[in-house]
């Protein structure tokens, strides 16, 4: 079983790619609406709530943990990876993953492992556009991970401030429009005269207007969605672990948060229209 976790719903973008590829895989989804949203609350506070959560994932049968959630990754996982679960009762058995790792590798063409500059990539001198929220931005994480591997690489961040609400809250398409042309303008205004080769869609919200930010994006920047850069990542991992496959059986999928199941499965729809009822966890 593979637990995934975000602190909202964003992360169903990355579960549905995930439940629709690899359909002999038991999934469980647990969104922590108790304490949404996480992007406002101190980095210790975001460290504790993502590994009650990830426990939790743990005891009720996942062997692994994806963060499906910019911010958890880029706040807590690095703790948790290397200072709490070496020392828990999960330590050797169990693992956690995060959505930024296979995003930076798909922007770098490089593997994970491989942390510093390497032929050809060390030269490589292409520009990244990084759009996320502003608690991902003020991370910097994609700013280094790439710079470790690709130090020539013009990184250009833009925070996308209201357009995470504005998609849970059903705005029309002119407004989330608007929103995704402002972003894009001001990150192009930044790196004029160069215009980005790669843009990475640094939230699980975004996928859900790609359609918009390559309406407003050049022609040739290519854009990098999370759960589709994702979904291609784990074909590798679950060919070298097939104890998450259940040979020719179809996997299950359950749905759980700390918050109103009820309130919680009426907004999911934004995310995916037939998405299953929630649970309480």
């Known amino acids: 079983m593979i637990g995934v976790f975000d602190s909202g719903l964003g992360g169903l973008t990355v579960l549905r790619a995930l439940v629709e590829r690899y359909r002999t ?8 609406h108790a304490h949404v949203p996480y992007g406002n609350r101190p980095s210790e506070e975001i460290v504790d709530y993502t590994r009650v959560c990830v426990e ?37 058995t169990h693992n956690v993953l995060g ?6 590798e798909a922007a770098t063409q490089t593997p994970w492992a491989v942390a510093s500059p390497q032929y050809p990539q060390k030269n490589n001198t292409d520009t990244i556009a990084v759009f996320g929220t502003a608690r991902t ?23 996308c401030s209201e357009l995470v609400g504005a998609i849970e809250n059903k705005r029309p398409e002119s407004e989330l429009d608007a929103l995704v ?18 843009a990475i869609l640094g939230c699980t919200h975004f996928p859900l207007v790609e359609h918009l930010f390559r309406k407003h994006l050049p022609p040739f920047t290519r854009i990098l969605s ?9 074909e590798d991992y679950l060919t070298r672990r097939p104890q998450y496959v259940n040979g020719d059986e179809d996997g299950t999928l ?10 919680v499965s009426n907004k999911a729809r934004v995310f995916w229209h037939d998405v299953p009822a929630f649970a309480k966890a």
């Open 25 to 32: 895989v038991d999934f469980v989804y647990l969104s922590d």
């Open 56 to 92: 939790d994932l743990f005891a009720r049968g996942a062997k692994l943990a994806l963060l499906g959630c910019n911010t958890a990754t880029s706040v807590a996982l690095r703790r948790l990876q290397q200072q709490w679960l070496p020392k828990s009762r999960w330590a050797g």
């Open 99 to 104: 959505i930024v790792a296979p995003t930076v």
């Open 137 to 159: 931005i003020a991370s910097g994480v994609y700013t280094e991970e790439i710079r470790k591997r690709c130090p020539k690489v013009t990184v250009v961040q833009q925070v």
């Open 181 to 198: 042309r402002e972003g894009v303008e001001t990150l192009l205004t930044a790196t004029n005269p160069t215009l980005p080769h790669r």
């Open 226 to 234: 999370q759960p589709e850069v994702v979904s291609d990542s784990f």
């Open 254 to 263: 359950t749905l759980l948060t700390t918050g109103d199941p009820l309130d």
